[in-house]
């Protein structure tokens, strides 16, 4: 596609309940990145992936927060048992996987916002 | 952990002024530092950034200098417009390890005036 798309753009829950958040990166993109931002402040890095494989997810908060991408292309973000602390924009991120030492543009989607009542 | 520390959260200048953000940042194996613009409602998007290996670089009238002594890098943006109006997010990431784990700092609303 023509850049990083993600659905839901707003998810409305209940304290306790699971949610699923989606993200189709940019085709060909072999990295994808999950952020959180809370009002006022920058992105708070989650997880990222380099392929299938989830290379970093020092950044998730605890056991809840959970993130696949089966087959390298499509991620969902899953959350279980939500708290009303959970509540933020989830955003996501693609680039190309790259070499080491080379910098690669992280392009940004559009965020889902996520509210637990 | 990592940490990089952004100032200052606000920022209100007249067009035509330049302004200003500072960053620091506490891994000293960063080496890549992103800066990105993220307009009301929108997603952050790059619109500059510096190596560890240069001290400054320049992209008509925005620039970034980078002190890897102190761990201080900036953002200087020059002849300042209303719609330079925007948060900006500084961040820093160490590539040597091939990672691509991203620090932000909490960014700073700039509001210029006409």
């Known amino acids: 596609g023509a850049g990083v798309s993600q659905t839901p753009s707003n998810k409305v829950t209940e304290k306790g309940k699971y949610v699923e958040l989606r993200c189709d990166p940019i085709s060909g993109h072999t990295a994808l990145y999950w952020y959180r931002q809370s009002l006022g402040q920058g992105p708070e890095f989650l997880i990222y992936f380099q392929g299938t494989g989830a290379a970093d997810d020092s950044g998730l908060p605890n056991d809840r927060f959970f993130a696949v991408r089966p087959e390298g292309s499509v991620s969902t973000l899953k959350i279980q048992r939500t708290e009303r602390g959970d509540s933020a924009v989830y955003l996501c991120?693609?680039?190309?996987?790259?070499?080491?030492?080379?910098?690669?543009?992280?392009?940004f989607g559009p965020g889902t916002r996520l509210t637990v009542l | 952990g990592e940490n990089v520390e952004q100032h200052p959260s606000t920022l209100s200048v007249q067009e035509g002024d330049s302004a200003v953000i500072k960053c620091t940042y506490s891994d000293s194996a960063s080496n890549y530092f992103p800066w990105y613009k993220q307009e009301l409602g929108k997603r952050p998007q790059l619109i500059i950034d510096?190596?560890?290996?240069?001290g400054e670089k320049k992209d008509q009238r925005i620039a970034v200098t980078l002190n890897k002594t102190a761990k201080h890098f900036s953002l200087h943006i020059t002849e300042t417009q209303p719609e330079d109006s925007a948060v900006y997010f500084c961040a820093a990431r160490n590539q040597n390890t091939g990672g691509f784990k991203t620090i932000f700092g909490a960014g700073t609303r700039l509001f210029v005036k006409a």
């Open positions: 510096i190596r560890s290996n240069v």
């Open positions: 991120a693609s680039s190309h996987g790259g070499l080491a030492g080379v910098p690669n543009e992280q392009f």
